[in-house]
C-alpha cells in the first residue's frame, strides 16, 4: 500500500528506539540541551513520558533503554512517512533507530496525550557476570524466589500514594499513581519485571524493582512491599535497582490516533 503524504504544515510522530548505556539522558552531549532539533528541517523533538532528574520531564534517563519511545513534531515539510525514517537514521547515533514516521492530528501531543506507559526492569539471576548482559541488565548473582516477588508486586496494585517509591529530585506535583500491572515473570536466569501505569514518578520502577529484589532474596518478608507503601517514606524502600536494567516499552494512547503503540512487545527480551 503507498503511503499518503499529508499536507504541508503536518504533525508527525515517530517511535524512536535506543540502547541508554553510554548517554545522558537525551540531550546533546556538548551543551546539556533538553531538546534536539533535527538538522535542516526545523522540527522540534517534544518527548512523552520517561521522566528525569532535570526540570524537563520528558527527558530519558541516563543508561535507560526503550523500545518505542514517541516524540512528535511539526513541520512544513511534504514527504512520505518512510522519507522521515530513512532519513533521520542516516543521522542518528548507532545506539538510536527510528522505527516508523505517522501523520498525527494537530492536537496530538506525545507526552500528555498518553494514556498509560509500560516498563520492564531486567535482572540476571546468575551466579557469574555476564559479558554480553552487563549493559542491559541488572546481575543478581543470589537466587531470587520469584513466586514471592510475584506475591509482593500484587499488594502494590491499585491507586496510591507511591510517595515511598519516589526519588528526592521527583518534580511530580502529586505521588498518586494508578499502577495497573506489576509482574514478575522468570525464563531460565532472566527475570521480567513488567510494570504500567498512568504514570509513573522519578526512579519509581527501579525504586520497585530494589523492593522485590530485596524480598526475591529473602532480606525481607512478602509484606514488606505493602509496608513500604503505606509508610510513604523512601527511606523505608532500600536500594535504587540500577539503570541498565530499565526499558521503556511504550505508552498508551487513545485509538484514535492509531499509533502502532500497543503491539509494542518486550517478549524477546526474556525469549518469549
Not at 531460565?188 to 526475591?216: K, T
Request: glycine share 8%; hydrophobic share 40%.
Amino acid at each position: 500500500m503507498e503511503s499518503v503524504v499529508p499536507m504541508s504544515g503536518t504533525r508527525w510522530a515517530l517511535g524512536l528506539e535506543y540502547d541508554g548505556h553510554g548517554f545522558c539522558g537525551w540531550q546533546r552531549q556538548l551543551d546539556q540541551e533538553r531538546r534536539a532539533r533535527c538538522s535542516g528541517n526545523s522540527a522540534e523533538f517534544v518527548w512523552p513520558s520517561v521522566r528525569s532528574p532535570s526540570s524537563s520531564p520528558g527527558v530519558p534517563i541516563t543508561g535507560v533503554h526503550a523500545l518505542c519511545q514517541v516524540v512528535h513534531f511539526d513541520s512544513p515539510v511534504v514527504r512520505p512517512p518512510e522519507a522521515w525514517v530513512r532519513g533521520a537514521n542516516t543521522c542518528l547515533p548507532k545506539g538510536v533507530a527510528l522505527r516508523w514516521a505517522q501523520a498525527v492530528p494537530d492536537h496530538f501531543h506525545a507526552r500528555f496525550s498518553a494514556m498509560a506507559r509500560r516498563y520492564r526492569y531486567m535482572i540476571l539471576n546468575q551466579r557469574e557476570k555476564s559479558a554480553l548482559w552487563r549493559n542491559h541488565t541488572a546481575w543478581i548473582y543470589r537466587p531470587l524466589d520469584v513466586q514471592a516477588m510475584q506475591v509482593a508486586a500484587q499488594t502494590l496494585l491499585g491507586t496510591h500514594d507511591f510517595s515511598a517509591f519516589r526519588a528526592s529530585a521527583c518534580q511530580a506535583k502529586s505521588p498518586i499513581r494508578d499502577l495497573c500491572r506489576l509482574q514478575v515473570t522468570r525464563r531460565g536466569d532472566l527475570i521480567a519485571v513488567d510494570a504500567e501505569a498512568n504514570g509513573f514518578l522519578h526512579h519509581m520502577v527501579r525504586n520497585l524493582a530494589g523492593v522485590l529484589i530485596a524480598i526475591g532474596k529473602g532480606d525481607r518478608p512478602v509484606g514488606w512491599a505493602a509496608e513500604v507503601l503505606a509508610s510513604r517514606d523512601r527511606c523505608q524502600a532500600g536500594v535504587t535497582a540500577p539503570p541498565g536494567g530499565l526499558y521503556f516499552v511504550a505508552p498508551r494512547y487513545p485509538a484514535e490516533f492509531e499509533l502502532p503503540v500497543d503491539a509494542v512487545d518486550a517478549g524477546f527480551l526474556i525469549g518469549g
